[in-house]
């Protein structure tokens, strides 16, 4: 009998600023809380809503955690294989 695998993940990425900002969470609350909201992006990256602008490149998503208090800004390569982090709000 095969093995049942969930779905494919998104591979995460961050932006320079985006590490920058992740290296300033240090409690062990805003770390779960992030881990959380990546991983629902990088099941579904498309789980967030579109920033209004312009269409030109990747187009700009934020994704809100309303529990854990958690946005992400974020977008997403044309084979939505990697998400890339732009800004991190914990």
Do not use: C, W
Not at 47 to 58: Q, Y
Request: glycine residues 6%; hydrophobic residues 45%.
């Amino acid at each position: 009998m095969a093995a049942q695998y969930g779905p494919r993940r998104a591979r995460i990425a961050f932006s320079d600023s985006a590490a920058k900002q992740l290296e300033n969470i240090t409690s062990e609350a805003g770390i779960h809380a992030l881990d959380r909201a990546l991983v629902v992006i990088s099941v579904d990256p498309e789980a967030g809503e579109p920033i209004p602008g312009a269409t030109a490149g990747p187009r700009l998503r934020h994704y809100t955690d309303e529990i854990e208090s958690v946005r992400i800004l974020y977008f997403v390569t044309a084979l939505k294989t990697v998400v890339v982090v732009a800004y991190i709000e914990v």
